[in-house]
């Protein structure tokens, strides 16, 4: 059974950084799109960004652009989210997912297009 397993949630404070990253068990997810969702308390699941295969293609909510920057590590099925200036709006459990095609499905932010998930990893931001 294929394993994608996130890491580096942690608290923080908003004048740090943090990166996050995802590993998934299986070398096929080399060649299969890999990104973010992320769900706040009491808030639905939301998409934050997902690259292609290649690491050349990239998409962000307009929430992560500037901020954030998704990238992998294709050798290791690995793919990270960097946060920079996060926000305590930016609070949440970040899930890592992948859909088994090479591009990014447009419109990205639609949780269907993702067949694997992880089981997140917790991210607190404070003021």
């Known amino acids: 059974q294929v394993q994608m397993v996130e890491s580096g949630g942690r608290l923080v404070r908003a004048v740090d950084s943090l990166r996050l990253s995802c590993a998934a068990s299986?070398?096929?997810?080399?060649?299969?799109?890999m990104g973010w969702f992320r769900q706040g308390g009491g808030k639905e699941r939301e998409f934050v960004a997902a690259?292609?295969?290649?690491?050349?293609?990239?998409s962000y909510a307009d929430f992560a652009k500037g901020r954030f920057t998704i990238s992998r590590d294709k050798a290791e099925s690995t793919v990270y989210l960097q946060m920079n200036s996060p926000k305590p709006e930016d609070t949440a459990v970040y899930y890592c997912?992948?859909?088994?095609?090479?591009?990014?499905?447009?419109?990205?932010?639609?949780?269907?297009?993702?067949?694997?998930w992880g089981q997140g990893t917790l991210v607190t931001v404070s003021s």
């Open positions: 690259t292609a295969w290649s690491g050349t293609m990239k």
């Open positions: 997912v992948a859909d088994r095609r090479p591009y990014v499905r447009s419109p990205a932010n639609v949780t269907d297009n993702y067949e694997f």
């Open positions: 299986d070398r096929t997810f080399r060649n299969y799109v």
